[in-house]
């Protein structure tokens, strides 16, 4: 199983409050990334990262930001959340190797109220 | 436009039985193919990655299939247990970039009963 780790699993939350999702991985990778999921659609990449202080948006348009100062680590804020927000939140990183296999993490489910 | 489509959308089965699922994508430059096994609530969980010149590889009672010059590919699942109820995901990526652009399918979600 791969070590990657989000918190919180579950959270609900008032519209305007300021979130942060965490995202930790103790592989060594470089590549991360943040992928926004509604039930019974596919994942949407809303944020990647080569590595340390490289962020770039995805393919769908996102209202959070992301931040790599470490490698290990990759959060997501939300400054104000709206009930649009809420989706299934995950993160994954990648070896870099030639089939770029990407680990996911358990996911964050966020309700935004 | 890259796109990657699954069928059935969902599927019943019972347990022990065997079912096959479909994926048609249009991903190109091709570089690989991945299923994905996700648990209600869960990350997603490689089952089987295929590059170009594979069309067939293993894991366990999961065989893949892949048919590049159709642009298909097909999980097939033998002698069904309880724990393969899952969402199961066709993801393709291509070569375009150095990221590692992953598509996703919507996934067919899987029930096997007792």
């Known amino acids: 199983e791969a070590d990657i780790y989000q918190t919180p699993r579950y959270l609900v939350i008032g519209t305007g409050k300021k979130i942060t999702l965490e995202c930790s991985q103790t592989?060594?990778?470089?590549?991360m990334y943040w992928y926004q999921q509604d039930p019974g659609m596919e994942l949407h990449l809303i944020h990647y990262?080569?590595?340390?202080?490289?962020?770039e948006k995805g393919d769908l348009s996102s209202e959070s930001t992301v931040s790599r100062i470490r490698t290990e680590h990759f959060p997501l804020t939300l400054e104000s959340a709206r009930p649009s927000h809420t989706s299934q939140y995950l993160c994954?990183?990648?070896?870099?190797?030639?089939?770029?296999?990407?680990?996911f993490g358990p996911g964050t489910r966020l309700t935004v109220t | 436009k890259n796109q990657v489509e699954q069928s059935p959308q969902s599927l019943i089965i019972l347990e022990g039985k065997n079912c096959t699922l479909q994926c048609n994508y249009t991903v190109s430059p091709f570089s690989n193919l991945r299923w994905y096994k996700q648990d209600t609530g869960r990350g997603p969980v490689s089952l089987t990655i295929?590059?170009?010149?594979?069309n067939t590889k293993s894991n366990g009672r999961y065989t893949a299939t892949l048919d590049a010059d159709t642009k298909q590919s097909s999980l097939h699942i033998t002698a069904s247990q309880l724990s393969d109820s899952a969402s199961y995901i066709c993801?393709?990526?291509?070569?375009?970039?150095?990221?590692?652009?992953?598509?996703f399918g919507r996934g067919t979600q899987l029930t096997v009963w007792p």
């Open positions: 993801v393709v990526s291509d070569r375009g970039s150095t990221l590692g652009r992953l598509y």
């Open positions: 295929m590059t170009f010149s594979e």
């Open positions: 994954a990183s990648s070896d870099g190797t030639i089939t770029y296999e990407q680990y």
């Open positions: 990262s080569y590595g340390v202080n490289s962020t």
């Open positions: 592989m060594g990778h470089d590549k």
